[in-house]
């Protein structure tokens, strides 16, 4: 059973930052796209950043340059830095595994929330 659990949102001031770690679990984490999302409150979920199984890494425009995705294999482990932080940022984040051949997004965790303040 793939299991993928979010952790490290929280209650964070404007200009902060924030690690977010998701942990899988049930799937060949090295060969699989990690991606994650968010959903703002009212708004549909936006994809914002991606990393292949080799690291190649992707970004939404409205999140390039205070975002870093990045993956530990050997953790089957997946982050996602965010610098500068924003009141808009606030939402849960969600990530989310494809395997590489894959267009759509396989399997979710249930989220962890992030609330910047000003």
């Known amino acids: 059973q793939v299991q993928l659990v979010e952790f490290g949102g929280g209650l964070v001031q404007a200009g902060g930052s924030l690690r977010l770690s998701c942990a899988a679990s049930?799937?060949?984490?090295?060969?699989?796209?990690m991606g994650w999302y968010r959903q703002a409150p009212g708004k549909v979920r936006e994809w914002i950043a991606a990393i292949s199984s080799g690291g190649t890494t992707s970004y939404a425009d409205s999140v390039k340059g205070r975002f870093t995705i990045s993956r530990d294999n050997a953790k089957s482990t997946v982050y996602l830095q965010i610098d500068s932080l924003k009141p808009e940022d606030t939402a849960v984040y969600y990530c989310a595994a494809r395997g590489s051949s894959k267009v759509a997004y396989e399997y979710w965790g249930r989220g962890t929330r992030v609330t910047v303040s000003l």
């Open positions: 049930g799937l060949t984490f090295g060969t699989y796209v």
